[in-house]
């Protein structure tokens, strides 16, 4: 038996192409045949609101160079029906999708109005130049009060600008916060942001006349779902259609959505033309075309005990969904769930609205709703502590749910429609653990020096619940070939997460044979048809539990295959290395490549492997060939599909100061322990939540999309935009793990992909407020707005000098 | 390509091999390497010369090959990510160490970061920490949060040490 490779830090192997630069990214697909590849871009509104009254194409019809220019009048049949509802909800009572090219009116800023194919990238764009449109323009519907408010709409047929409207309840909220001693409301509110993976978005197609098949390459999430939607709306069948996933450069989220209007205006095209074509987004595209997420503002009423014991906790919350709703309702739906982290109010009420503005359509974004429910959540907690002058930690841990609790139902109903049951975890452990490693009973008396010598410091906590590894299934086909060489593919997609390795290990252990002579393909519809895709924090749950069931059928057949080749019973062997041995016998043994051979009844002999396998005989003479249940092949098939999510958990812990003058904030140190089960590969896992942490600093202090009144989207570039560069990371991060594995899959797994990013707001908050002695109610924060709230909490405190403000102050007590 | 752009002659040295080239005065160096010599290593993430994803080193300088035009470049010498293995195919001293250093994800990011360190550590063989993270600190990585690029940094210049 060689070493077990499950949970070792195994270096990647797609390391190797990436650091040679020779990563297939989309826009590197069919570069060696430039001269057959035609180029698309695309003309988009730059209104955010109007009206189109003509759009005149004639000068660029007679365009050298120029092979076709398409708006809304030229497509015909389901490419001129408005794009799907992905994900319909009988609460999206207003579910509204945009046309492939513009219809009629534009609802924000980069909606595709117009297209253009021409021999390359530059003449494309001379030619949208040369695009005349006419617009009228309408009243923009902007933020969350603006379309609260409903002065205008953006759609004309929606009322109050509300897509959805939904409530859930466990027990009764309202009279247990009535009941309960104390009382506390708040308003909380997180800005737009948005995933900006470095690759942007990317669609390659090749129609193939002679075979009359379509394939297209797409930087995606979700492979199988572009197929079927570019089939469905180009009216083909699905056989005819086949979608790959090449490299891709990052996703967080943004590249789940589907069809992107280029995704099936370049398929048509690559039809239409009979060359092949390309869209590569710019970055600009992407800010404005792409999608966003993460604006919310939340209203809070929680009732609660001397002890700080949530009673009853009422959640109101608005949720900008931008101009369209394709993605349906799955990041407010996760916000009201995933609010309640590691915590069990007696009784909770959570209401949203879903919102229309004219700004880019909202759908996840790493986190996907968490970051803001944590926020809203956390703040709570601490807003609770400071109330009642209790320790924030004394307060979390009363209200956590314990070891001996689980599964623990939470009484509501999941982003999968399955109920939110949570599955393991180990709260009030990790709870300590992270007041160690941050050092949090030490810090009163740092923070007590630091103050002497005219420093602000602060502390915060964040914590949360994720629920990762969402259904329905995923599936893995393990293929042996008469090589011995283990090709392995299943259908969800990789952005960079490591799949390519973390599978290997986990087929490579199954098996029994060196990890190099694995290979596993992801996001290849030829390879494996069925696939969902890869978001909500699943891949190594779903695709990773389907890899470690179809090598288990790859190996049963393997040892049934040796029995007979080696006349042993099946109990004396085992797998070792690439072979198959008669246990204490090592002679004794057969390669898998050989039994592969021999699981393929053929006539033909074409190399080593076959003669080598002549030596053996296997099979009855008394039955046919292949056998009534059994098919040729060394190859193993499943799918993995769990009743429910599996819930992974985390708590960060940060400390920062904020310079008193400059109102600069910096972090000192930051701690996490994360929880995601057993861990195939700890080195990828610590590498996911260095990164997620990174996107939530950003989100925390930096990054928001500044759309003015107007609609127009002010920083759509990457000197506006302020990602975190090194600058902005803090040297040292402590992490921890805790590994509580999940009853649910076979390996123990819970997702790692998206919790970075989660609690980082909510962690930060609370470290300023704790710095500066006010609350901290809205995130992201810059230097500026801390600044005016010094300014502001200064003039409110002169004003109402009769009642000093507390300490570590937030929300206000209600009646 | 049509007809009527007016076309230049240019020399290009990439990676060792000259490469005479007739390109449209408007053709960004990221396109030229890209597209016309098929260099597909280097890549674009913005155009806009802040991710700092399509670093190339032109006569050893780290250049932002987004905001070059290649017709500029005549005579000039360019290393991109593809020249920087070994003559004998094995990995270089900077892609080595961010092997081991688990310092790319998606990797798209990383051919500018190779030969940003590759530079940085020709002016600064023995970086501090502060100097190492001030070596990366004009490229954006969305997927590895920094802390292992960092580390790579020291690597590398521990392995051209020991290399030397
Ligand atoms: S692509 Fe050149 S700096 Fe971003
Ligand atoms: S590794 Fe993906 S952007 Fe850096």
């Known amino acids: 038996m060689s070493t077990q490779l499950f949970g070792e830090k195994v270096p990647r192997v797609e390391d190797q192409r990436f650091l040679r630069g020779q990563g297939r990214y989309v826009d590197d697909v069919l570069v060696d045949t430039p001269s057959a590849t035609l180029h698309a871009a695309v003309l988009r509104s730059p209104h955010a609101h109007a009206r189109i009254l003509d759009i005149d194409v004639s000068d660029v019809i007679d365009m050298d160079g120029v092979h076709l220019v398409w708006t809304h009048e030229d497509l015909a049949g389901a490419m001129a029906e408005p794009l799907p509802l992905l994900i319909p909800h009988p609460a999206l009572t207003h579910g509204r999708t945009q046309y492939t090219l513009a219809k009629d009116t534009v609802n924000y800023v980069g909606e595709a109005v117009a297209f253009v194919v021409a021999d390359d990238r530059y003449l494309a764009e001379d030619a949208l130049g040369r695009i005349s449109v006419s617009y009228e323009p309408l009243p923009a519907v902007v933020g969350i009060e603006s379309a609260r408010a409903a002065e205008n709409l953006v759609h004309d047929d929606v009322p109050g600008n509300v897509a959805a409207r939904m409530e859930q309840n466990v027990g009764d909220a309202p009279t247990a916060i009535d009941a309960a001693p104390h009382v506390l409301e708040l308003d909380l509110s997180i800005e737009r942001s948005a995933a900006m993976p470095l690759e942007g978005r990317g669609t390659v197609a090749r129609w193939d006349h002679d075979t009359s098949r379509l394939q297209v390459w797409t930087s995606t999430q979700a492979s199988t779902g572009v197929r079927a939607a570019v089939a469905a709306k180009l009216e083909l069948d699905l056989g005819q259609v086949d979608v790959i996933c090449p490299d891709t450069g990052g996703g967080f989220g943004v590249k789940i959505n589907h069809p992107w209007p280029e995704d099936l205006l370049v398929t048509r095209a690559a039809q239409v033309t009979g060359q092949a074509v390309k869209f590569t987004e710019d970055r600009r595209e992407h800010f404005i075309s792409a999608a966003h997420e993460r604006a919310q503002e939340h209203h809070i009423r929680v009732g609660f005990d001397d002890q700080g014991r949530v009673q009853g906790l009422d959640v109101e919350f608005w949720h900008d969904n931008g101009a369209y709703t394709p993605y349906g309702l799955i990041v407010p739906i996760i916000t009201s769930t995933q609010l309640l982290g590691p915590y069990k109010p007696a009784n909770y009420r959570v209401r949203f609205d879903s919102l229309y503005t004219n700004t880019v359509i909202v759908t996840p974004y790493r986190g996907a709703g968490r970051p803001q429910g944590c926020f809203a959540m956390e703040r709570t907690i601490d807003a609770i502590a400071a109330h009642l002058g209790l320790d924030r930690t004394a307060v979390r841990a009363a209200n956590l749910i314990q070891p001996d609790e689980f599964p623990y139902d939470q009484g509501l109903i999941f982003q999968d429609g399955r109920p939110l049951i949570y599955d393991s975890g180990d709260y009030p452990a990790m709870l300590e653990k992270i007041r160690k490693l941050i050092g949090w009973d030490e810090f009163e008396q740092f923070k007590a020096e630091a103050e002497a010598e005219g420093r602000r410091v602060g502390i915060g906590l964040g914590c949360y619940v994720e629920g990762t590894g969402v259904g329905p299934y995923e599936g893995a086909h393990v293929h042996v070939e008469t090589s011995g060489k283990v090709k392995v593919a299943t259908g969800l997609t990789t952005q960079g997460q490591g799949h390519q390795t973390a599978f290997a290990q986990v087929v490579a252990d199954t098996l029994d044979v060196p990890m190099e002579d694995v290979e596993v393909v992801t996001g290849d519809t030829r390879r494996m048809s069925y696939s969902v895709g890869t978001f909500a924090s699943r891949a190594a749950v779903m695709s990773g539990s389907a890899m470690h069931l179809a090598a288990l059928r790859a190996k049963e057949k393997a040892l049934r295959l040796a029995a007979d080749a080696l006349e042993a019973d099946e109990a004396d062997l085992k797998m070792v290395d690439g072979s198959v041995q008669v246990k204490g016998s090592p002679s004794n043994s057969i390669a898998l490549g050989t039994l592969a051979v021999l699981s393929n009844p053929l006539r033909y002999a074409f190399d080593k492997a076959s003669q080598a396998a002549t030596q053996f005989s296997v099979g009855d003479q008394d039955k046919p060939p292949v056998d009534e249940d059994d098919e040729p092949g060394l190859e193993g098939r499943d799918f993995y599909s769990p009743n429910r999510s599996t819930f992974a958990s985390g708590m960060h812990a940060a400390i920062v100061e904020t310079d008193p003058e400059t109102a600069e904030i910096k972090i000192l140190r930051y701690a996490i322990v994360h929880d995601c089960g057993r861990m195939i590969n700890p080195m990828i896992v610590e590498g996911q939540i260095h990164g997620g942490m990174a996107q939530g600093i950003g989100g925390a202090l930096y990054e928001r999309m500044a759309y003015d009144d107007s609609g127009q989207l002010l920083n759509a570039s990457f000197m506006d935009f302020l990602m975190p560069y090194v600058t902005e990371i803090p040297g040292e991060i402590d992490v921890d793990h805790l590994e509580t594995p999940s009853p649910l899959n076979p390996l123990g797994i819970k997702g790692a992909g998206e919790a970075g990013v989660i609690p980082v707001s909510a962690a930060i908050a609370a470290a300023v407020e704790n710095a500066e002695g006010f609350s901290i109610t809205s995130m992201p924060i810059s230097p500026a707005e801390l600044y005016d709230l010094r300014q502001r909490h200064a003039e409110h405190t002169s004003t109402t000098s009769a009642r000093p403000p507390k300490q570590d102050g937030s929300g206000e007590e209600s009646a | ?164």
């Open chain 2, 1 to 164: 390509m049509t007809s009527t752009e007016t076309r230049h002659d240019v020399l290009l040295t990439v990676n060792g091999v000259p490469h005479r080239l007739n390109l449209p005065a408007r053709r960004l160096l990221s396109d030229c390497l890209r597209h016309d010599l098929k260099l597909t290593g280097t890549h674009v993430g913005c155009e806009h010369g802040v991710c700092g994803a399509c670093t190339v080193l032109i006569d050893g300088k780290p250049t932002r090959s987004c905001l070059v035009l290649a017709v500029a470049l005549d005579g000039q010498e360019i290393t991109t990510v593809e020249g920087l293995t070994n003559p004998d195919g094995s990995l270089g001293c900077v892609q080595q160490a961010l092997l081991e250093c688990h310092g790319l994800q998606c990797g798209f990011c990383t051919p500018g970061f190779m030969t940003t360190i590759e530079a940085g550590l020709k002016q600064q063989p023995a970086p501090t920490d502060d100097e190492a993270r001030e070596m990366v600190a004009g490229n954006l990585c969305r997927c590895t949060g920094y802390q292992n690029i960092v580390g790579a940094v020291h690597r590398a210049a521990e392995l051209k040490r020991d290399s030397r």
